[in-house]
């Protein structure tokens, strides 16, 4: 049985011909009707694009976790809480640096945003996508 295929009403489909299903398109997932059930807005970034994500919150956590990892963990399970504490802390995570992140993101929205506008020009998208290899590199 090939792994890309799910089963759904008595039937193998691939998983794609389930994403162009209309009420696939419309359905909340559980997560979605508890936030909206209390009267939240819930904005989920584009799977596999962490540099979409927030205002950097993943390139925050990926510093804060590389803290821990090389500088802050002593391997001593009572002491767990109070290392996690200092990897986020302002000592390894300066508020400039946050700012940076920020920007960084709104940086890779802007050229996506851009190179995804049906009104642009082939310039206009090949300058968003050299803006794009430059945040990468």
């Given at each position: 049985?090939?792994?890309?295929?799910?089963?759904?009403?008595?039937?193998?489909?691939?998983?794609?011909?389930?994403?162009?299903?209309?009420?696939?398109?419309?359905?909340?997932?559980?997560?979605?009707?508890?936030?909206f059930a209390r009267g939240h807005i819930l904005m989920l970034s584009p799977k596999c694009h962490p540099e979409l994500a927030g205002l950097g919150i993943e390139y925050t956590w990926g510093k804060a976790k590389k803290a821990f990892r090389n500088i802050v963990n002593d391997c001593v399970g009572k002491n767990l809480h109070n290392n996690i504490m200092k990897s986020v802390s302002k000592d390894f995570i300066p508020l400039e640096r946050v700012?940076?992140?920020?920007?960084?993101?709104?940086?890779?929205?802007?050229?996506?945003?851009?190179?995804?506008?049906?009104?642009?020009?082939?310039?206009?998208?090949?300058?968003?996508?050299?803006?794009?290899?430059?945040?990468?590199?």
């Open positions: 049985m090939p792994e890309a295929l799910i089963w759904y009403k008595h039937t193998w489909m691939h998983p794609l011909v389930l994403s162009e299903q209309e009420d696939f398109q419309n359905e909340r997932s559980v997560l979605e009707e508890i936030v700012w940076k992140f920020a920007r960084r993101t709104r940086d890779y929205r802007r050229a996506y945003k851009d190179l995804l506008r049906p009104d642009a020009t082939e310039e206009e998208r090949k300058t968003s996508y050299e803006l794009m290899i430059i945040i990468i590199f």
